[in-house]
């Protein structure tokens, strides 16, 4: 019985040591940032890996998300005579709560993972410690220029999966169901303001970006350098990255969307 | 695939991004470069204004002329008054013109709708409309029906 409560409180212990090393680990890694010029190639090396390479999965979800709404959207409206309102319900929930947590999700399993297991090779191979050897601050070095580049990726991507999603829904609603365009425009542009709802969707999306940056390159970076070790600390960024996704869009949506 | 070309992906990965905000910007939320300039500001007001709302639409035969920019209470009159700002170039209004509010469709928002008059003169900046039409409200039509008046 006291084993279990040790255990227990050893797990607790853990859990708060771990929170504890990501935030020093965070703070060690954006005080290393100053270097813009000789950090820039760097940087450019993985938004193209963490951003270019996940714009294929993001276009083709956008696509499918967008002509799966306006056609659920149409069997809905339907109902009511209102079919034109297919465009503001399909650019508001874009807007609003799909494009920046789909595209999170999809970043968290498509770049996240693979940030993780980078990061994580290399410390069982020692190639941090050999770095370290050179004087070469691997924080600086190997952990910045990909936080960065996911903090910044990630709004880009929720912003082109928003519009392949509205695209995608116009294809449908209006090419396939026969909605009327200008409807679907005009109802669109009537209902969306850029302020509350297109900027609000950026800062979610700047938001989970960080977030899943950092849970990625910390748990490559915390790993236990042995195979099984790399393997468990990918999952863990999958599953934490879309937990913590899930998590923050509920607050931020009651912050951002609840004044009732 | 050489720095040079992964340095061009990701310039043009970014110019995506920015040309999606555009469109977020421009086609999405209607936001035109030129909306705030060019108006100018009549007054209505109404016994009943409804669902008004900022930004909505104010139309002539059907055709957007301009948006409504407040709908405040008259605490003498105790009416609605509705602020509506005007396409500059729409500046022959004849004066004896009606606000009317209409709802698009059966579920639709609520705009309000000039109906044009025959008068001469002119409706100028700052007038407001000698006579309105409220809002359409179902609750009171059945209660006036089902009291017989």
Redesign the interface.
């Known amino acids: 019985m006291t084993d279990r409560i040790a255990a227990l409180g050893r797990r607790g212990l853990d859990i708060i040591a771990s929170l504890g090393r990501s935030g020093r680990f965070l703070a060690g890694v954006l005080a290393g940032i100053p270097r813009p010029v000789s950090g820039f190639p760097l940087l450019v090396q993985q938004l193209y890996s963490v951003g270019v390479l996940s714009l294929p999965i993001v276009l083709v979800s956008g696509l499918f998300i967008g002509m799966v709404l306006a056609l659920q959207g149409y069997t809905i409206l339907s109902d009511f005579g209102s079919e034109a309102a297919i465009g503001q319900m399909i650019a508001l929930t874009l807007v609003r709560e799909l494009g920046p947590v789909v595209t999170a999700l999809l970043f968290a399993g498509r770049a996240g993972s693979a940030l993780t297991a980078e990061i994580g090779l290399m410390k069982a191979t020692e190639q941090l410690s050999s770095m370290e050897m050179m004087g070469v601050d691997p924080l600086r070095r190997v952990i910045a220029p990909r936080l960065w580049a996911g903090f910044i990726a990630m709004p880009v991507l929720a912003v082109i999966f928003t519009v392949v999603g509205i695209w995608g829904g116009m294809l449908v609603g209006v090419e396939w169901l026969g909605v009327f365009d200008g409807a679907y425009w005009g109802n669109m542009q009537s209902a969306v303001n850029f302020v509350d709802d297109v900027l609000n969707g950026v800062i979610k999306s700047v938001v989970f970006g960080f977030v899943c940056a950092w849970i990625a390159v910390y748990q490559g970076y915390d790993c236990v350098p042995t195979s099984a070790g790399i393997s468990s600390a990918t999952t863990k960024t999958v599953v934490y990255s879309s937990l913590a996704v899930l998590g923050l869009d509920f607050a931020l949506t009651a912050v951002m969307f609840g004044d009732f | 695939m050489g ?1 040079r070309t ?2 061009i ?2 310039g043009l ?2 110019i ?2 920015l040309a ?2 555009l ?3 421009l ?5 035109s470069p030129q909306s705030g300039g060019d108006r100018y500001t009549l007054y209505a007001n109404f016994n009943d204004s409804g669902g008004l709302s900022p ?3 104010v139309s002539m035969a059907g055709v957007t002329v301009g948006t409504i920019e407040s709908v405040t209470l008259d605490k003498k009159t105790f009416q609605a008054r509705v602020s509506l700002a005007i396409d500059a170039d729409i500046d022959n209004i004849p004066a004896d013109s009606a606000a009317v509010i209409r709802t698009s ?5 609520q705009y309000i709708d000039i109906s044009v008059g025959g008068d001469m003169e002119s409706l100028q900046p700052g007038d407001t409309f000698y006579s309105t039409q409220s809002a359409m409200n179902l609750e009171r039509l059945i209660g006036n029906f089902a009291s017989g008046r």
């Open positions: 720095n992964i340095e992906v990701v990965f970014m995506a991004g999606a905000v469109f977020l910007a086609q999405v939320s209607g936001l930004r909505g639409r469709g059966l579920l639709g928002d």
